[in-house]
C-alpha cells in the first residue's frame, strides 16, 4: 500500500468515521486526485457525494458543486459542516443569500476556508461571480445531477448546458460529473455536453438489494390500502408520489385524518411552507411527505423505509431514482407501486398536446413503466436490464426481494413462440416497434403495417393462436434475455441481436411466465423486506433515537446529521462507554465524537450501569377511521377560521350533523382549532369552567355536562366545547 492509500484511509476515517470505502468510492476519488477528468455512474444511495467531498477535504483550494436544488446544496453544507468545527468549511452561494451573507462567504473562500462552494447553475453564470472564482485557486468542478444536461434524462434543464464554457474560463481544473441515470444514450451526452470525452468513467451496479419491488393493482379504495400499509410499518419515514398537487394535498388530508403524521409538499405551496413540510420530514417531526416529484432530489435522509407510488411513473428513470430514496443507509426499503392502464392512458392524453419527438420520447418511456408493471418475471432483472446490466435471478444479491419471485406466475415453454417472434422481428426489417410487431403476429393491420406492406407478407398472421396479450408478454422477456434489443433513439424500434440469430439457428428451451392480469384485487399481504440482523438492543436504540432528537433540535439540524441510524444500532450492539471507544463505532469519526458524542456515552454508560430490562414494544394496528370529503373540507375551513355556520351551508349540513362530523375528527386523533369560534361564543370564564368540568369529570357524556351546569349553557356549546377539550388535551 502505498503513502497515498494510507492517506486517504486515514482522511476517510478521520472526516467520515468510515474505515473503508463502498464500492467505486475509492478508485474515483483516486482519479479525482490526480487531476483526471472523471465521469461517475452511480445510483441513488450509492455514495456519489461522498466522491468529491473528501477529495475536496483534503486539497488546497475550494471545489465548486453544481448542483439543481437549493435543498439539496442545505442538507448536504449542514452534513459537511458537522464534520468540523468551522462553519465556512462549506458554504452555498445562490439567490437566497443576503449581501452581507455573499461576503462572508467570498472572504473564507479567498481566506483558503471555505472546502466545498455548492452553486446552482444560473448563480455560476452570473458574470460577477465567474471574475470572483477566476481569481481564487479552484481544486476542482463537480456537476451533481449531471443527467439533468441531456435532453433524454428525466429532469433537462438547458441552463446546464452552458457549464462547459463557464469551467473553461476558470482554467484548467478537472471536471467530475456524476449522475444516478444509467442509459447509454444520456452517457454519452452528458460527455459531449461537458467536453469531457476523455474522461475516467466509473460504473456502479445499479443493483440496491435491500430494496423490496412490489406493484399492486389500483382500485377505488387505494387508500385504505394506503393507510393500512403505513401502520404496519408504524414510526417509519416514508414518501407518498402523486402526479398532481391535487392528489397530494387529498391523500395528505386523508392520511391526517386517519391520524397518520403526514404533509403534503408540491410546487404549489409556497417556499416557506415547502421549507418547513421538508425539515418536519427530516427531523422526524412527520413520518410521511406526500409529494409530487418536485421533492426527493433535495432529500438526503438515510432512513426512508418505504416510497409508494400512488400514481405510476412516466418513466423507469424517474421509478428508479425515487424509489432509490429508500433504505439509504442499506436498511430495509419497500417499494410500493399503485397500477392501473387508467393512469398510463391518462399520462398518454397530457403528452399529445407537446410537439411530436417530445410526445415520441414520451411515449417510449411510458411503455417500458407499463412492461416493468405488468411483467411477471423479477422485477429487479427488468429494472437493471434495462440500465444496461445482466443480472442473476437465482443467486443475484436481492434475487428473492420483488413480489414476483415471492409469488411466482407458473412458466411455459415458449420455444417455438420465441423462434416465430424472432423470425418475424428479422423479416420485417427492424423497422417496427413492439405494438407493430405484435399486430403482425396476431395479423391485425394499421396504418403502418399497411404503408409497408407487412399485410402481404406469408408470415403476417402466424402467431394467430395466441392472444396480443401473450405475445407483448413473450416480447418483454426475450427483450431481456438479449435476444432482441429496442432503440430508445429511435423511440422504441425492436431489433433482432446476434444472439437472437443463433436461437434461430440452434433453438434452446426459453420457459415465459404469463403477465398479470391487472383487473382484480391483488393479494393484500404485505412481506416484509427487512433481513434477519444481530439482534440490537431495541430500548437502548429508542433511547439514543431520542437524545439524538433532542440534539438535533438543540442545535437545528436533521437527526441524521448527528449520527445516522447504523451508528445508533452500531451503539446499541457495542455499548460504546468512552469517546475513545465510540471512534471504533460505524461512521462516527474523531470530529463527530468530539462534537456530539459526550452525551450519547453517558447515556450508554447510565444504561448498562442500570442495567435495565429489555422489553419488545407491541404494535398495535388500528382500524382504518372513514375519511370523507366533507371531512377533509371541514379540517381545512376550521384551519383557514371559517365561520362554522358557513361550513355547514356549503356542505348542507344541520349544526347538528356538523358538530357530529367534528366529533369524529378529533376522537379519531385530528387536532381542530375552533378557538376563533368558541371564543366569540363564550367568555374566558366560562370556557375555564366547562374545561375544568371535562378536566375532573370520569365521563365526557354531554347528558352529564348539561345536568351539572342546570341550564347555563345549551347543548352546542357544550359539545362545541368538549370538542375544543379533546381537540387540546387528547390529540
Same mark, same amino acid.
Given at each position: 500500500?502505498?503513502?497515498?492509500?494510507?492517506?486517504?484511509?486515514?482522511?476517510?476515517?478521520?472526516?467520515?468515521?468510515?474505515?473503508?470505502?463502498?464500492?467505486?468510492?475509492?478508485?474515483?476519488?483516486?482519479?479525482?486526485?490526480?487531476?483526471?477528468?472523471?465521469?461517475?455512474?452511480?445510483?441513488?444511495?450509492?455514495?456519489?457525494?461522498?466522491?468529491?467531498?473528501?477529495? +475536496?477535504?483534503?486539497?488546497?483550494?475550494?471545489? @465548486?458543486?453544481?448542483?439543481?436544488?437549493?435543498?439539496?446544496?442545505?442538507?448536504?453544507?449542514?452534513?459537511?459542516?458537522?464534520?468540523?468545527? &468551522?462553519?465556512?468549511? /462549506?458554504?452555498?452561494? %445562490?439567490?437566497?443569500?443576503?449581501?452581507?451573507?455573499?461576503?462572508?462567504?467570498?472572504?473564507?473562500?479567498?481566506?483558503?476556508?471555505?472546502?466545498?462552494?455548492?452553486?446552482?447553475?444560473?448563480?455560476?453564470?452570473?458574470?460577477?461571480?465567474?471574475?470572483?472564482?477566476?481569481?481564487?485557486?479552484?481544486?476542482?468542478?463537480? *456537476?451533481?445531477?449531471?443527467?439533468?444536461?441531456?435532453?433524454?434524462?428525466?429532469?433537462?434543464?438547458?441552463?446546464?448546458?452552458?457549464?462547459?464554457?463557464? *469551467?473553461?474560463?476558470?482554467?484548467?481544473?478537472?471536471?467530475?460529473?456524476?449522475? +444516478?441515470? /444509467?442509459?447509454?444514450?444520456?452517457?454519452?451526452?452528458?460527455?459531449? %455536453?461537458?467536453?469531457?470525452?476523455?474522461?475516467?468513467?466509473?460504473?456502479?451496479?445499479?443493483?440496491?438489494?435491500?430494496?423490496?419491488?412490489?406493484?399492486?393493482?389500483?382500485?377505488?379504495?387505494?387508500?385504505?390500502?394506503?393507510?393500512?400499509?403505513?401502520?404496519?410499518?408504524?414510526?417509519?419515514?416514508?414518501?407518498?408520489?402523486?402526479?398532481?398537487?391535487?392528489?397530494? &394535498?387529498?391523500?395528505?388530508?386523508?392520511?391526517?385524518?386517519?391520524?397518520?403524521?403526514?404533509?403534503?409538499?408540491?410546487?404549489?405551496?409556497?417556499?416557506?411552507?415547502?421549507?418547513?413540510?421538508?425539515?418536519?420530514?427530516?427531523?422526524?417531526?412527520?413520518?410521511?411527505?406526500?409529494?409530487?416529484?418536485?421533492?426527493?432530489?433535495?432529500?438526503?435522509?438515510?432512513?426512508?423505509?418505504?416510497?409508494?407510488?400512488?400514481?405510476?411513473?412516466?418513466?423507469?428513470?424517474?421509478?428508479?431514482?425515487?424509489?432509490?430514496?429508500?433504505?439509504?443507509?442499506?436498511?430495509?426499503?419497500?417499494?410500493?407501486?399503485?397500477?392501473?392502464?387508467?393512469?398510463?392512458?391518462?399520462?398518454?392524453?397530457?403528452?399529445?398536446?407537446?410537439?411530436? +419527438?417530445?410526445?415520441?420520447?414520451?411515449?417510449?418511456?411510458?411503455?417500458?413503466?407499463?412492461?416493468?408493471?405488468?411483467?411477471?418475471?423479477?422485477?429487479?432483472?427488468?429494472?437493471?436490464?434495462?440500465?444496461?446490466?445482466?443480472?442473476?435471478? =437465482?443467486?443475484?444479491?436481492?434475487?428473492?426481494?420483488?413480489?414476483?419471485?415471492?409469488?411466482?406466475?407458473?412458466?411455459?415453454?415458449?420455444? !417455438?413462440?420465441?423462434?416465430?417472434?424472432?423470425?418475424?422481428?428479422?423479416?420485417?426489417?427492424?423497422?417496427?416497434?413492439?405494438?407493430?410487431?405484435?399486430?403482425?403476429?396476431?395479423?391485425?393491420?394499421? +396504418?403502418?403495417?399497411?404503408?409497408?406492406?407487412?399485410?402481404?407478407?406469408?408470415?403476417?398472421?402466424?402467431? @394467430?393462436?395466441?392472444?396480443?396479450?401473450?405475445?407483448?408478454?413473450?416480447?418483454?422477456?426475450?427483450?431481456?434475455?438479449?435476444?432482441?434489443?429496442?432503440?430508445?433513439?429511435?423511440?422504441?424500434?425492436?431489433?433482432?441481436?446476434?444472439?437472437?440469430?443463433?436461437?434461430?439457428?440452434?433453438?434452446?428451451?426459453?420457459?415465459?411466465?404469463?403477465?398479470?392480469?391487472?383487473?382484480?384485487?391483488?393479494?393484500?399481504?404485505?412481506?416484509?423486506?427487512?433481513?434477519?440482523?444481530?439482534?440490537?438492543?431495541?430500548?437502548?436504540?429508542?433511547?439514543?433515537?431520542?437524545?439524538?432528537?433532542? =440534539? /438535533?433540535?438543540?442545535?437545528?439540524?436533521?437527526?441524521?446529521?448527528?449520527?445516522?441510524?447504523?451508528?445508533? !444500532?452500531?451503539?446499541?450492539?457495542?455499548?460504546?462507554?468512552?469517546?475513545?471507544?465510540?471512534?471504533?463505532?460505524?461512521?462516527?469519526?474523531?470530529?463527530?465524537?468530539?462534537?456530539?458524542?459526550?452525551?450519547?456515552?453517558?447515556?450508554?454508560?447510565?444504561?448498562?450501569?442500570?442495567?435495565?430490562?429489555?422489553?419488545?414494544?407491541?404494535?398495535?394496528?388500528?382500524?382504518?377511521?372513514?375519511?370523507?370529503?366533507?371531512?377533509?373540507?371541514?379540517?381545512?375551513?376550521?384551519?383557514?377560521?371559517?365561520?362554522?355556520?358557513?361550513?355547514?351551508?356549503?356542505?348542507?349540513?344541520?349544526?347538528?350533523?356538523?358538530?357530529?362530523?367534528?366529533?369524529?375528527?378529533?376522537?379519531?386523533?385530528?387536532?381542530?382549532?375552533?378557538?376563533?369560534?368558541?371564543?366569540?361564543?363564550?367568555?374566558?370564564?366560562?370556557?375555564?369552567?366547562?374545561?375544568?368540568?371535562?378536566? &375532573?369529570? !370520569?365521563?365526557?357524556?354531554?347528558?352529564?355536562?348539561?345536568?351539572?351546569? &342546570?341550564?347555563?349553557?345549551?347543548?352546542?356549546?357544550?359539545?362545541?366545547?368538549?370538542?375544543?377539550?379533546?381537540?387540546?388535551?387528547?390529540?
Amino acid at each position: 500500500m502505498n503513502s497515498n492509500e494510507i492517506d486517504i484511509h486515514r482522511e476517510l476515517k478521520k472526516y467520515f468515521g468510515f474505515s473503508q470505502f463502498k464500492g467505486l468510492q475509492e478508485a474515483v476519488i483516486k482519479s479525482l486526485l490526480n487531476k483526471q477528468n472523471t465521469f461517475v455512474i452511480m445510483p441513488t444511495g450509492g455514495g456519489k457525494s461522498l466522491c468529491y467531498q473528501l477529495p +475536496a477535504l483534503m486539497q488546497e483550494g475550494t471545489a @465548486i458543486v453544481v448542483s439543481p436544488l437549493i435543498a439539496l446544496m442545505k442538507n448536504q453544507v449542514d452534513a459537511i459542516r458537522s464534520l468540523s468545527s &468551522e462553519n465556512g468549511i /462549506a458554504h452555498v452561494l %445562490n439567490s437566497s443569500l443576503t449581501k452581507t451573507e455573499i461576503t462572508q462567504v467570498k472572504k473564507d473562500i479567498t481566506s483558503g476556508l471555505t472546502k466545498l462552494l455548492y452553486v446552482a447553475p444560473e448563480s455560476l453564470t452570473k458574470e460577477e461571480n465567474v471574475n470572483f472564482l477566476k481569481g481564487v485557486t479552484i481544486s476542482f468542478v463537480a *456537476i451533481d445531477e449531471a443527467h439533468c444536461i441531456s435532453e433524454w434524462g428525466h429532469d433537462f434543464r438547458p441552463e446546464y448546458r452552458n457549464l462547459k464554457n463557464i *469551467i473553461k474560463q476558470l482554467g484548467d481544473v478537472p471536471i467530475i460529473g456524476l449522475t +444516478a441515470t /444509467a442509459t447509454p444514450k444520456v452517457q454519452e451526452d452528458i460527455l459531449k %455536453n461537458l467536453d469531457m470525452s476523455g474522461a475516467t468513467t466509473f460504473k456502479a451496479s445499479f443493483n440496491r438489494p435491500n430494496l423490496y419491488y412490489e406493484v399492486r393493482t389500483k382500485t377505488k379504495n387505494i387508500e385504505s390500502d394506503i393507510i393500512r400499509f403505513i401502520r404496519q410499518h408504524k414510526g417509519k419515514s416514508g414518501i407518498i408520489y402523486c402526479l398532481s398537487r391535487k392528489k397530494v &394535498e387529498a391523500v395528505a388530508e386523508v392520511l391526517q385524518v386517519n391520524g397518520i403524521s403526514a404533509v403534503p409538499y408540491h410546487a404549489g405551496l409556497d417556499a416557506k411552507t415547502r421549507a418547513k413540510h421538508q425539515d418536519m420530514f427530516l427531523m422526524e417531526d412527520v413520518d410521511v411527505v406526500v409529494a409530487t416529484i418536485a421533492f426527493g432530489m433535495g432529500i438526503d435522509k438515510p432512513d426512508v423505509r418505504f416510497v409508494i407510488h400512488h400514481d405510476i411513473p412516466k418513466s423507469l428513470e424517474s421509478y428508479y431514482q425515487e424509489t432509490g430514496r429508500a433504505g439509504r443507509d442499506g436498511g430495509e426499503g419497500h417499494c410500493l407501486a399503485y397500477y392501473s392502464y387508467k393512469d398510463v392512458e391518462k399520462l398518454e392524453k397530457f403528452m399529445s398536446g407537446k410537439p411530436v +419527438a417530445e410526445q415520441e420520447i414520451g411515449f417510449a418511456l411510458l411503455q417500458e413503466v407499463v412492461a416493468y408493471a405488468e411483467t411477471s418475471m423479477s422485477r429487479r432483472k427488468f429494472l437493471l436490464h434495462y440500465f444496461g446490466e445482466e443480472f442473476d435471478d =437465482v443467486t443475484g444479491d436481492g434475487a428473492d426481494m420483488d413480489d414476483n419471485i415471492r409469488n411466482p406466475k407458473t412458466k411455459v415453454e415458449a420455444l !417455438e413462440q420465441v423462434v416465430k417472434l424472432l423470425e418475424v422481428v428479422r423479416d420485417t426489417k427492424h423497422l417496427y416497434k413492439s405494438k407493430e410487431i405484435v399486430f403482425t403476429l396476431i395479423g391485425r393491420v394499421n +396504418a403502418v403495417i399497411k404503408a409497408h406492406r407487412t399485410d402481404v407478407q406469408p408470415f403476417f398472421g402466424s402467431g @394467430i393462436s395466441f392472444d396480443e396479450k401473450y405475445w407483448m408478454a413473450l416480447l418483454r422477456q426475450v427483450l431481456v434475455a438479449g435476444y432482441l434489443t429496442k432503440d430508445i433513439e429511435t423511440y422504441g424500434i425492436v431489433k433482432i441481436t446476434d444472439k437472437g440469430l443463433d436461437f434461430i439457428k440452434k433453438p434452446s428451451s426459453f420457459l415465459m411466465s404469463e403477465d398479470h392480469e391487472y383487473n382484480g384485487i391483488v393479494d393484500e399481504a404485505i412481506v416484509s423486506a427487512s433481513k434477519v440482523t444481530v439482534a440490537i438492543d431495541a430500548v437502548l436504540m429508542n433511547m439514543l433515537k431520542d437524545l439524538r432528537k433532542k =440534539v /438535533a433540535k438543540k442545535i437545528g439540524v436533521p437527526p441524521f446529521v448527528v449520527f445516522q441510524d447504523p451508528s445508533l !444500532e452500531d451503539m446499541a450492539l457495542k455499548y460504546p462507554i468512552s469517546l475513545h471507544e465510540l471512534i471504533n463505532i460505524h461512521g462516527v469519526g474523531e470530529g463527530k465524537a468530539k462534537k456530539y458524542g459526550a452525551d450519547f456515552v453517558e447515556l450508554i454508560n447510565r444504561y448498562v450501569n442500570e442495567n435495565d430490562i429489555i422489553r419488545s414494544e407491541d404494535l398495535v394496528v388500528k382500524s382504518t377511521g372513514t375519511n370523507s370529503a366533507n371531512k377533509l373540507y371541514i379540517i381545512q375551513n376550521i384551519d383557514r377560521k371559517l365561520s362554522l355556520d358557513d361550513i355547514a351551508k356549503a356542505k348542507g349540513l344541520t349544526m347538528d350533523l356538523l358538530i357530529k362530523e367534528m366529533e369524529q375528527i378529533v376522537y379519531s386523533g385530528t387536532k381542530l382549532n375552533i378557538k376563533y369560534w368558541v371564543d366569540d361564543m363564550l367568555d374566558e370564564e366560562q370556557q375555564e369552567e366547562i374545561y375544568d368540568y371535562f378536566m &375532573e369529570s !370520569e365521563s365526557d357524556k354531554i347528558e352529564g355536562a348539561l345536568k351539572e351546569f &342546570e341550564g347555563d349553557y345549551d347543548m352546542d356549546e357544550l359539545r362545541l366545547m368538549r370538542i375544543k377539550f379533546i381537540s387540546e388535551v387528547a390529540n
